[in-house]
């Protein structure tokens, strides 16, 4: 299989406009479980961009997968798993609701990489979304696309030597049930099947149960560390998908205040492994 090509995508760009809109914060409140929600009033919350700017291929565009058929902005990497793999972002400025936001898209990097579990491509790619008042947000994302499934393949085990985990100052139980999964998915218009259609996950990508989505457990780490900061201004936040989570158990979220602007959050599956780690800058 070559994977060379597909470094020809590096450099492409990508504008689109969208509006900040209140209608999917209240959806997305409502998904948290929120009355009031704990993100400053009358602009997006931090990761409330991931909301916007979303696909609409028209439905004979879309795979097998539920995603819109490779190739177009993202190369066409010819492996049939793919997951974002984490992110670094920087909040600049505010996005009042109702602002005309455009954001700028750049593939940056794509490798290939041959691991215990076959061929492996990242990619990774910048967003810069900005407002008539200048750069908003300034987003790396990664996402890596990976081999199809084994027969009998488990999830992959905790990283020998791993760093371990603090005492978590704060702590959430989640049960990630179908319904919170489907209504993540109607949020983001993400048709991926990974997330809602269990016999595919199971015959096709060799998944035990339904996926949660990486950009889910970002958003509830975010709204872990929003529930206890007082209203800080959160200023960055870095993460690191790093073995995935399943409708199958319920996980917790956890957080640990550096005291020096840092917060450092993760979500452990029910084994009590670190599944999502992250990084979170907040203002004094």
Same mark, same amino acid.
């Given at each position: 299989m070559s994977f060379g090509h597909l470094k020809d995508w590096i450099g492409r760009v990508e504008v689109q406009t969208d509006r900040a809109a209140a209608a999917p /914060?209240?959806?997305l409140a409502a998904t948290l479980?929120?009355?009031a929600p704990p993100w400053p009033v009358?602009?997006?919350?931090?990761?409330?961009?991931?909301?916007?700017?979303? =696909?609409?291929?028209?439905?004979?565009?879309?795979?097998?997968?539920?995603?819109?058929?490779?190739?177009?902005?993202? =190369?066409?990497?010819?492996l049939p798993r793919r997951m974002w793999a984490g992110g670094d972002l920087r909040?600049?400025? =505010?996005? =009042?609701?109702?602002?005309?936001m455009h954001r700028?898209?750049?593939?940056?990097?794509?490798?290939?990489?041959?691991g215990r579990s076959g061929d492996m491509v990242f990619v990774s790619v910048l967003h810069e979304i900005a407002t008539d008042a200048g750069v908003a947000i300034r987003e790396r994302q990664d996402i890596v696309y990976r081999d199809a499934a084994k027969p009998g393949e488990a999830a992959p085990p905790s990283p020998a030597g791993a760093d371990p985990l603090p005492d978590a100052g704060?702590?959430?139980?989640?049960?990630?049930?179908?319904?919170? /999964?489907?209504?993540?998915?109607a949020l983001t218009?993400?048709?991926?099947?990974?997330?809602?259609?269990?016999?595919?996950?199971?015959?096709v990508?060799?998944?035990?149960? /339904?996926?949660?989505?990486?950009?889910l457990t970002a958003t509830l780490l975010m709204d872990l560390v929003l529930r206890n900061v007082g209203g800080r201004r959160i200023e960055g936040f870095r993460f690191r998908a790093r073995r995935p989570l399943f409708d199958t158990a319920p996980f917790t979220l956890n957080a640990a205040d550096r005291g020096d602007g840092r917060i450092e959050a993760w979500a452990a599956g029910p084994d009590g492994a670190a599944a999502m780690t992250a990084d979170v800058a907040v203002a004094s």
């Open positions: /914060l209240a959806g479980d929120h009355d009358g602009e997006l919350p931090p990761l409330g961009h991931w909301l916007h700017f979303l =696909p609409r291929a028209p439905q004979r565009e879309i795979a097998e997968d539920g995603h819109p058929h490779k190739g177009g902005f993202l =190369p066409p990497v010819p909040f600049l400025a =505010p996005i =009042p609701l109702d602002a005309e700028t898209s750049t593939i940056e990097a794509v490798e290939h990489k041959t704060w702590s959430r139980d989640v049960t990630p049930d179908p319904v919170l /999964l489907f209504r993540y998915s218009f993400n048709g991926h099947r990974i997330h809602y259609d269990r016999p595919y996950c199971r015959e990508e060799g998944y035990p149960g /339904l996926v949660v989505h990486g950009p």
